[in-house]
């Protein structure tokens, strides 16, 4: 595996070194190393006949509570094992290639990944080494554009990437039409639904590539309404059927100090409508802003699985917000606070009901304490059913020289799960920084400690755990028209 | 005895330099001093009636002759001989060392405006005073009088410097003088420097060119060279040396506070011609650098229209990197993205992609997974918006004792001691943290017409004959047809 990654590394290497004599080649690239901890849940047991207390919930001599289901004679409890660590490598590189003829363009995001240290799998599709995330050949002109390969589709239903080929055109300025179509990949995992990473964690994984047919339009009739739909379709290369019919609509409209944005989502397959969403912001300045919104969300499901058929029902969520800064910038505050209520089940329990509203509170602050220091503070509040957070940081940053920065940071939270009850509070410190080599390369990274502290002793997960990360930023080479490390 | 040697010493030290301090200055046969540092001024009131003119000392004057401007200093010797009167320790100063363009030969063969001759009391009397010999050097109140009568007060705004001043280049003043030269009223008042160029090259020759050379203005302006007003004043070396390092205050238009000025900006540099006001207004104080520490898309007309920051030149005016996003865009940018946001006039697509696909912890705070459960189970962010449900959350929590290929251990959920009865509802209310640790065969365990306990899972209402439409494979995990066969 480390030899794979050494050639993506290699590749970057070759890719950098040309475009830095010849302006025809623009590489980006990031290479993140990390350290993780983490302790798996393991189930223990104690002799019934030794526990202190009636019912389901007893106590061990040790003091560790422990559950009881007579008549088995024993008690259980979950605990975590031993910390377990991995040092996983990712190299990204960003490609892009021109001069083949006005307008045409190659572009890739590859990305590299291989654990040098350690467990190979506590990190996600840490023994898959390559992924093109990205690699498509576009032609562009100014009014259409044509892209061939592997690319995403950002629109109102996701941002999700396939194969295939999409065609755009905008027959005005304001009007923007495009139909794609492929092999459909599956959301964060950029593999086909037939893939072996699929079917090793879903006995019920299709056995058919899926394919894609999308249609979007865009409209901007004034400069202050945005508008746009998309209609997608997934079906199985083999077979009847379908894995998805959906359909989205999004717009913006801003007048004057207000900004309102609308979405909806709609599983046209299964008649249901996802997601209503509508927004409002009113920003009397440039120093305060207010917002509210209303939502009703329902999970949507490809049809390739059974989940459709449980009607899951969602819930409807209100929330509002605001956000306040000083004339001089040096004090920011904003904070909002939602409530969800889900909708009637159908499967309540009379004498056992589960929690089916929750809150949400959060808050935060920035303080410019001089030119060179500034003072962070956040705190979010989560309670629902099936778990509740209450966590809170506290980050302290210095300025240096260059854009060169320097911080440390506090942070602690509680949980309190329903479902697997914690204790306890995890606290954690840690450092941070960033370091700029040059012009177009920088180095930042970050080391933080997290203690677990007053937990019931061998009950329930044990959060203690380190972690580390350290990221270098390079680009060589310059689009035309572009600074060499535009964008962000 | 050493000691005492000391002390003698340090008294004798303190006494000659405290003798040096208060000694009168030894006379010199010909001494020279500039006004900062000569002794008292010549006392005229003193020698009221002595001196029937002015032209008596001062013959100069009116000749042009430097030499004779001032009396000599022997002159004075005539009297203050030691014997008819005591010795006196004037000297003879040196001209002031002015920007002013004053001619006394020219003033003194003019006439006023009732054709009298000028004599030298027309300026020079002190005023109020009508004894004889009560001068003193004139103010520029009484230069106005005559040479701008409109002009309420002197560096008005209605004032043509020119009139009585050199241009700062021609002047022989030092560098300190030039730091030192009073700034006119007008320029501190609102608004000023947003108007303050002048309206022609030739006012600026008037009035501009009196305090100010060509560094004045490069120092802000990034295109001084293509500015004709700016390229009328001559550069002058003490301005540079002033000026350097001097990082430039740029004024702030009022149109740039308004609320919505970061979405419209766009709109008014553009126009409908794709070059708007870029080139006419934008350009006074920006560059090209402006727009580019914000957006990423170098070929948008209205910024390419603007002139290229080049070395030696003005910077312009910093725009540093700043959100145009209000509070909660992390949450709303999907909607704004979606809806047609020109998302790469600043962002590359690695930026999303970063996030988006999800395995570079760039998003979440370090530690999100050991507190990521309360906002997968209440939706505070879109998990898969990102993340696979399986292939990330399922494959992690079995990786690490959370997930189940089979049934569920009654114990797992253990604060719910009811869980088997009320599992339902929370299934319904969150599907998807269900699926994060279970597969569909934990379901199928029991919700299963083939197996199992048989216990039907659909809703009320549930449209089997859809269902199977969309995917009849689906239905074969727990029936032994679809419903159509």
Redesign the interface.
């Known amino acids: 595996m480390i030899r794979r990654f050494s050639f993506v590394l290699l590749l970057g290497a070759w890719a950098a070194v040309p475009s830095a004599r010849a302006q025809g080649v623009r590489v980006s690239g990031t290479t993140t190393l990390n350290y993780v901890q983490l302790r798996s849940l393991q189930i223990d047991s104690v002799l019934a006949a030794t526990t202190t207390g009636d019912g389901v919930m007893r106590v061990a001599p040790d003091g560790t509570p422990v559950q009881c289901v007579d008549p088995s004679p024993y008690c259980y409890v979950y605990g975590s094992g031993a910390a377990i660590s991995s040092a996983p490598a990712l190299q990204d590189l960003q490609v892009s290639a021109w001069g083949f003829g006005r307008g045409m363009r190659f572009y890739a995001d590859l990305r590299g990944r291989a654990v040098v240290g350690g467990s190979n799998t506590l990190w996600p599709q840490a023994n898959d080494h390559f992924d093109a995330l990205e690699a498509y050949l576009e032609y562009a002109q100014p009014r259409f554009r044509v892209r061939a390969g592997r690319q995403w589709d950002v629109s109102g239903l996701a941002f999700n990437n396939y194969d295939g080929a999409s065609v755009q055109v905008r027959p005005v300025s304001a009007l923007t039409l495009e139909a794609y179509g492929g092999w459909t990949l599956q959301t964060g995992l950029d593999e086909p639904v037939t893939s072996g990473a699929l079917a090793a964690v879903e006995p019920y994984a299709p056995d058919s590539r899926g394919l894609l047919f999308g249609f979007r339009a865009q409209a901007r009739p004034a400069p202050p309404v945005w508008l746009s739909a998309v209609y997608e379709r997934s079906t199985p290369q083999s077979g009847s059927g379908l894995y998805s019919e959906r359909l989205a609509a999004d717009g913006m409209f801003r007048t004057g100090r207000l900004t309102m944005d609308l979405a909806a989502q709609v599983d046209l397959a299964s008649a249901e409508l996802n997601e209503l969403r509508t927004q409002l912001v009113y920003a009397p300045g440039t120093r305060w802003s207010a917002r509210a919104f209303v939502r009703r969300h329902r999970p949507y499901f490809d049809l390739w699985t059974i989940w459709g058929a449980f009607g899951a029902v969602g819930f409807v969520e209100g929330g509002a917000g605001a956000s306040w800064r000083s004339a001089d910038g040096a004090l920011s505050v904003e904070g909002q606070a939602s409530r969800r209520h889900y909708l009637d089940t159908g499967a309540e329990v009379g004498f056992a009901p589960l929690r089916s509203n929750g809150w949400s509170l959060s808050g935060s602050s920035a303080m410019r304490l001089s030119p060179v220091w500034a003072l962070n503070a956040q705190y979010g509040l989560d309670l629902g059913f099936g778990a509740a957070k209450s966590q809170g940081g506290l980050t302290l940053r210095r300025t240096l020289r260059g854009g060169n920065s320097i911080g440390i940071t506090g942070t602690a939270f509680q949980t309190a799960d329903e479902l697997l009850v914690n204790s306890g509070t995890v606290v954690g410190l840690g450092v941070n920084g960033v370091w700029r080599l040059g012009e177009n390369s920088s180095v930042s990274g970050s080391l933080a400690d997290y203690q677990h502290a007053g937990r019931v002793p061998n009950s329930g997960p044990n959060w203690s755990q380190l972690r580390a990360s350290l990221t270098y930023n390079w680009t060589v080479g310059a689009e035309p028209g572009l600074p060499p490390a535009g964008g962000k | 005895m050493r000691r005492i040697a000391v002390v003698s010493s340090l008294l004798l030290g303190v006494a000659v330099t405290v003798a040096a301090r208060t000694a009168p200055p030894a006379p010199s046969a010909a001494p020279q001093a500039t006004v900062q540092d000569t002794m008292l001024p010549f006392p005229h009131r003193r020698h009221a009636g002595l001196f029937p003119q002015c032209t008596v000392c001062h013959r100069g004057i009116t000749t042009g002759d430097s030499a004779t401007i001032y009396p000599k200093y022997q002159a004075c010797l005539n009297c203050h001989d030691g014997t008819v009167k005591p010795r006196v320790s004037w000297r003879q100063p040196t001209p002031l060392v002015t920007n002013l363009a004053f001619s006394h030969v020219r003033h003194e063969q003019s006439v006023d405006s009732a054709g009298q001759t000028i004599a030298c009391l027309s300026c020079h009397r002190t005023p109020g005073d009508t004894s004889d010999m009560a001068v003193s050097p004139p103010q520029p109140q009484r230069c106005i009088q005559c040479h701008a009568h409109t002009a309420p007060a002197h560096m008005d705004a209605a004032q043509a410097c020119a009139t009585c001043h050199v241009t700062l280049v021609r002047s022989p003043l030092s560098a300190a003088q030039v730091a030192a030269i009073p700034k006119p009223a007008d320029h501190d008042a609102a608004g000023w420097v947003m108007h303050h160029a002048p309206a022609s090259p030739a006012a600026a020759t008037a009035r501009c060119a009196v305090c100010h050379a060509r560094e004045s203005c490069e120092r802000c302006h990034f295109n001084a060279a293509a500015i004709p007003a700016i390229q009328a004043l001559e550069p002058d070396p003490r301005v540079a040396n002033l000026v350097r390092g001097r990082a430039p205050t740029y004024p702030k238009p009022a149109s740039h506070?308004?609320?919505?000025?970061?979405?419209?900006h766009g709109?008014v540099a553009g126009g409908a011609n794709g070059l708007g006001t870029a080139v006419t207004t934008c350009s006074d104080c920006h560059t090209q650098s402006s727009c580019?520490t914000c957006h990423?898309?170098?070929?948008t007309p209205a910024i390419?229209a603007l002139p290229a920051l080049k070395a030696g030149t003005a910077y312009g005016v910093h725009v540093p990197?700043r959100t145009i996003h209000?509070?909660?865009w992390l949450k709303?940018h999907?909607?704004?993205?979606?809806?047609?946001?020109n998302c790469a006039a600043?962002?590359?697509?690695?930026?999303?992609?970063d996030c988006?696909?999800?395995?570079?912890?760039v998003y979440h705070?370090?530690?999100f997974?050991?507190?990521h459960?309360?906002?997968?189970?209440?939706?505070?962010t879109q998990c898969?918006?990102?993340?696979?449900t399986?292939?990330?959350c399922?494959?992690?929590h079995?990786?690490?004792?959370?997930g189940t290929?089979s049934k569920t251990?009654?114990?797992?959920?253990?604060?719910?001691?009811?869980?088997l009865?009320?599992h339902?509802?929370?299934?319904?209310?969150?599907?998807?943290?269900c699926?994060a640790c279970h597969?569909?065969?934990s379901?199928?365990q029991c919700?299963s017409a083939t197996g199992g306990w048989g216990i039907n899972?659909?809703?009320?209402g549930?449209?089997a004959k859809?269902?199977a439409?969309?995917?009849?494979?689906?239905c074969l995990?727990?029936h032994a047809k679809v419903p159509d066969e």
Request: glycine residues 6%; aromatic residues 6%.
């Open positions: 506070d308004s609320a919505d000025w970061q979405w419209k709109t580019r990423r898309d170098g070929t390419a990197p209000t509070a909660g709303d999907p909607t704004q993205a979606a809806a047609g946001a600043c962002h590359s697509r690695s930026f999303c992609v988006h696909q999800g395995q570079k912890a705070p370090p530690n997974v050991a507190q459960a309360s906002e997968a189970y209440n939706n505070e898969t918006a990102c993340h696979s399986e292939t990330f399922r494959a992690c079995l990786q690490t004792g959370r290929r251990s009654a114990l797992f959920h253990s604060a719910q001691p009811l869980w009865l009320n339902g509802q929370a299934a319904r209310q969150n599907l998807e943290a699926a597969t569909q065969a379901c199928t919700h899972p659909h809703p009320p549930f449209d859809r269902a439409a969309n995917n009849p494979r689906s995990a727990c």
